[in-house]
């Protein structure tokens, strides 16, 4: 026994039992790195799962790519019928004024023949004749 005690002894001198003295005393540290090194691997594994892109399956990506293409078709399109509506619009709004101008002389001249009918009833029957025949060139 005193023997194997001996080699004991002997051994635990040499430098594997240094190590293990060494990992003995700064245990605490150890432990609290791996603690650290987990967590920080942890975290960056949750930020990787949370900010990775989902890969779109081909066929899904490529009716995406054929709607995006048919989208800015549209797009296009749509300018081109915009042109055109301002291109109507303004021709609508000189329609419009043409028409108030036509109103407008239509009234100025309903107000001269109602006032030349409102005078026809003082007229002689000579201005009268006179009247007709300016009026409606006979």
Same mark, same amino acid.
């Given at each position: 026994?005193? =023997?194997? /005690?001996?080699?004991?002894?002997?051994?635990? &001198?040499?430098? #594997?039992?240094?190590?293990?003295?060494?990992?003995?005393?700064? #245990?605490?540290?150890?432990?609290?790195?791996?603690? /650290?090194?987990?967590?920080?691997?942890?975290? @960056?594994? /949750?930020?990787?799962?949370?900010?990775?892109?989902?890969?779109?399956?081909?066929?899904?990506?490529?009716?995406?790519?054929? @709607?995006? &293409?048919?989208?800015? =078709?549209?797009?296009?399109?749509?300018?081109? /019928?915009?042109?055109?509506?301002?291109?109507?619009?303004?021709?609508?709004? #000189?329609?419009?004024?043409?028409?108030? &101008?036509?109103?407008?002389?239509?009234?100025?001249?309903?107000?001269?023949?109602?006032?030349?009918? =409102? =005078?026809?009833?003082?007229?002689?029957?000579?201005?009268?004749?006179?009247?007709?025949?300016?009026?409606? &060139?006979?």
């Amino acid at each position: 026994m005193n =023997q194997l /005690i001996s080699m004991v002894k002997k051994n635990y &001198n040499t430098s #594997e039992f240094l190590d293990v003295e060494f990992v003995r005393k700064n #245990e605490p540290k150890i432990k609290l790195g791996l603690y /650290i090194i987990i967590s920080l691997l942890l975290i @960056l594994g /949750i930020l990787w799962i949370t900010t990775r892109k989902p890969q779109i399956p081909p066929d899904i990506k490529a009716t995406i790519d054929s @709607l995006t &293409n048919i989208n800015k =078709q549209l797009i296009e399109k749509q300018k081109q /019928i915009d042109s055109t509506i301002t291109v109507y619009e303004t021709k609508v709004n #000189e329609v419009d004024f043409q028409i108030d &101008n036509i109103k407008e002389k239509t009234t100025i001249v309903r107000e001269y023949y109602h006032e030349v009918g =409102q =005078q026809a009833s003082k007229y002689t029957p000579t201005q009268i004749d006179s009247f007709f025949k300016a009026r409606y &060139n006979y």
